[in-house]
């Protein structure tokens, strides 16, 4: 791909987050404005800084590879990004912001008044946060790859360092207009090449056999294997092949590919035909983002797809870097409001990635092949429109990537030193949050050099599935539950979270390959979930005498409207009191 | 209006305080802020009908969403029903449904407002 304009795009886009969060910067001056934008913020503002944040490199990226790849159920990606806000609109988004506090954690302690639930749920936000950091940064490394030849670290540390300067410098003020700025960035990004990518097709007479399963080659094309790969044939296929296929030399040979698994050693070049079935690479040997856990999926594709709508549907009201947006809002009914807006600016997001999916199956199968599926929505522009025009809207999508890896990493990392500055670091205020700033990036920085290809949408749908089975029962609990104890939640959030963990890091570990087994571990969210609310339950229900004695009182703060409680919550402007420099 | 600079909230009350000094009467607004028995009533009705409200509005969201792939995977030509309703059609319901559950959650805690400023 040419980067004659896709280089000056991403550091355009990166000169401009370091600006506008220079902007907030001077209007940051306390230690509420650093945490919660001293809860000023507006419905509209705070709905495009939530939008932009939640928009990350598996939505920018990842959704329309893994169409490409994998066809149209992994739509249930976008959809279920998208319904996640409505259930965190129905059960959390206005007693969360009432409670008052600034972080999960926070809210632990507030409801259940003990320093261990606070700690426990402490630990699952740094963990959270910090997988979820991982795949952005390797995405940002990818498409630096991609679009230059970048060593693959090299968009990583970019990205991690205007990340910290900007969240150190700001705080949460400043990232709440570099994140409303983002939004509408990477809307624009990827709504306009779009129209032309539409328009490109319908010029080439709107051929539509894109929504076709399998995914066939629609012209004959040589496609040129640059990392060596296995790829997984379910039927016998025919190719022309120049290079080596399972260690053998072939030199411009017709030959015949029985069904079963197939080395391509690097540098070969296949020639397919028209209408040949577009084979696809084995997950084992390639780490982009688009490699979802595939064997999992063929073997339960029913049981998958259940397991990765309730990960979604109630995985994002536990991230971490969702809910402390909402403590943003001034009041309980901005953050109800500012949910809905939410819901609309994702869900007209969401409706162009599946675009690019399908055009990306019609125009560029051959991504599927060679593992490069996450590099779709960068070389379309290319591939159909081509010349100027393909080289100024490629670097238009390339600004908009990156948007969307320096947005929710920025979002991530404010959350985790949050946690970190309040509850790890010996004392507390600015100085300390800038340094939890640094800590927070520097941990999932270097575990990305030393994991490498660990598979975005795995990583990302793991962080959903131990969300969903840790935070999702302590805050529909905590919040509409009167005998929730302290041992109960705590006892709930080790089991199912901590099982939920264990699961995916299992399958990720490559144990056990195939079976049951394996799909119940790759898709955990299905037995994880219900497992921490039963949990939750039964040992709250056989500690009676640890409920707090404060919890009426808590609860009553939780859900009457602000007017009846006197306007504001004593904790929170007490804390901030203390903070205050 | 409180003096001190860092209270930027305003406690608005029909009422001025002296009347509810001087008459015996226990309005309900005392009674949330005491935590009396009549208090509690009025924080329990409250939750209740907002998790009424969320309920009704989640069993929508499992009706119209469980049912979808098994009607893929039971449909010959599913894939591109799929398309079309995870791509696009599936949006709107989700916009719609928050937007309701909004306006029946104000409209709850507006009624119990009514309920206890009015004398």
Redesign the interface.
């Known amino acids: 791909m040419n980067d004659t304009y896709a280089v000056p795009a991403v550091a355009l886009v990166v000169v401009a987050t370091v600006f506008v969060g220079a902007f907030g910067l001077r209007i940051s001056r306390t230690t509420s404005d650093f945490y919660v934008a001293s809860r000023t913020v507006g419905p509209r503002l705070n709905a495009a800084a939530i939008s932009g944040e939640y928009l990350s490199a598996a939505s920018f990226l990842g959704i329309a590879g893994l169409v490409l790849v994998q066809g149209p159920d992994m739509l249930w990606y976008p959809v279920g990004y998208t319904a996640g806000y409505l259930v965190l609109l129905l059960f959390v988004a206005a007693p969360l912001r009432r409670s008052g506090a600034y972080t999960l954690p926070d809210f632990a302690e507030a409801r259940l008044a003990s320093k261990t639930v606070r700690r426990l749920a402490g630990a699952f936000v740094v963990g959270v946060g910090w997988l979820y950091l991982l795949p952005q940064l390797q995405g940002a490394g990818l498409t630096l790859n991609v679009l230059t030849d970048a060593p693959e670290w090299l968009g990583g540390v970019i990205v991690a360092v205007v990340v910290c300067a900007t969240v150190a410098a700001g705080g949460m003020r400043s990232i709440t207009f570099v994140q409303a700025f983002q939004y509408w960035l990477k809307l624009t990004a990827l709504l306009v090449p779009a129209l032309f990518l539409v328009l490109a097709w319908q010029g080439d007479g709107g051929p539509r056999h894109a929504f076709d399963e399998p995914a066939e080659f629609r012209e004959q094309r040589v496609v040129r294997v640059d990392e060596t790969v296995d790829l997984k044939l379910a039927s016998p296929l025919t190719v022309t092949v120049s290079g080596t296929i399972d260690g053998r030399r072939h030199d411009d040979r017709r030959i015949d590919l029985p069904v079963g698994t197939h080395r391509i050693d690097r540098g070969t070049r296949l020639t397919f035909t028209k209408g040949d079935t577009v084979p696809v690479a084995d997950r084992a040997t390639n780490g982009g983002m688009s490699t979802s856990l595939a064997a999992g999926r063929e073997e339960r594709p029913l049981y998958a797809t259940y397991g990765l709508i309730l990960a979604t549907f109630l995985g994002t009201m536990g991230l971490p870097h969702v809910v402390v947006r909402f403590y943003t809002s001034p009041h309980g009914v901005a953050a109800r409001r500012t949910t809905v807006v939410v819901l609309g600016l994702i869900g007209a997001f969401y409706l162009l990635p599946p675009v690019y999916g399908a055009l990306g199956r019609l125009y560029a199968p051959d991504l599927a092949l060679t593992g490069d599926a996450d590099a779709a929505v960068l070389l379309l522009p290319d591939r159909m429109i081509g010349g100027l025009g393909g080289d100024l809207l490629g670097a238009l999508v390339a600004g908009g990537a990156f948007a969307a890896f320096l947005s929710t990493a920025s979002g991530l990392t404010m959350a985790v030193a949050g946690v970190l500055t309040q509850d790890v670091l010996p004392a507390r205020g600015v100085r300390h949050f800038r340094l939890g700033t640094v800590l927070a990036m520097a941990v999932p920085l270097a575990a990305s050099g030393l994991v490498g290809g660990l598979p975005v949408a795995d990583a990302v749908g793991l962080a959903f599935a131990v969300s969903a089975s840790s935070f999702c029962p302590l805050l529909v609990l905590g919040i509409w539950w009167r005998r929730l104890t302290p041992p109960g939640a705590a006892a709930g959030m080790l089991v199912g979270g901590g099982s939920a963990l264990l699961a995916v890091a299992a399958t990720m570990a490559g144990y056990p390959g195939t079976g049951t087994l394996h799909a119940l571990l790759a898709w955990p969210a299905l037995w994880s979930v219900p497992l921490a609310f039963l949990t939750m339950v039964l040992v709250s229900l056989a500690t009676p005498g640890k409920v707090p004695a404060e919890t009426p009182a808590i609860l009553a703060r939780f859900h009457l409207p602000e007017e009846l409680v006197g306007g504001r919550t004593r904790a929170a402007t007490k804390e901030i009191e203390l903070w205050r420099r | 209006m409180p003096n001190d600079p860092?209270?930027r909230?305003?406690?608005?009350t029909g009422v001025p305080r002296r009347t509810r000094r001087t008459s015996g009467y226990h309005r309900p607004?005392t009674e949330?802020?005491e935590?009396t028995t009549l208090?509690?009533t009025y924080?329990r009705s409250?939750?209740r009908s907002?998790?009424r409200a969320?309920l009704a509005?989640?069993a929508i969201?499992v009706l119209l969403?469980a049912p979808l792939?098994?009607v893929?995977?039971a449909m010959p030509d599913g894939?591109?029903l799929?398309?079309a309703v995870?791509?696009?059609g599936?949006?709107?319901p989700?916009?719609l449904?928050?937007?309701w559950?909004?306006r029946r959650?104000?409209r709850n805690?507006?009624d119990?407002?009514r309920l206890?400023e009015d004398r």
């Open positions: 860092t209270e909230r305003v406690v608005v607004r949330i802020d935590q208090g509690h924080v409250l939750m907002q998790l969320a509005v989640f969201l969403v792939p098994l893929f995977a894939a591109g799929e398309w995870l791509g696009f599936i949006y709107p989700l916009v449904l928050a937007h559950h909004v959650a104000e805690e507006q119990l407002v206890v």
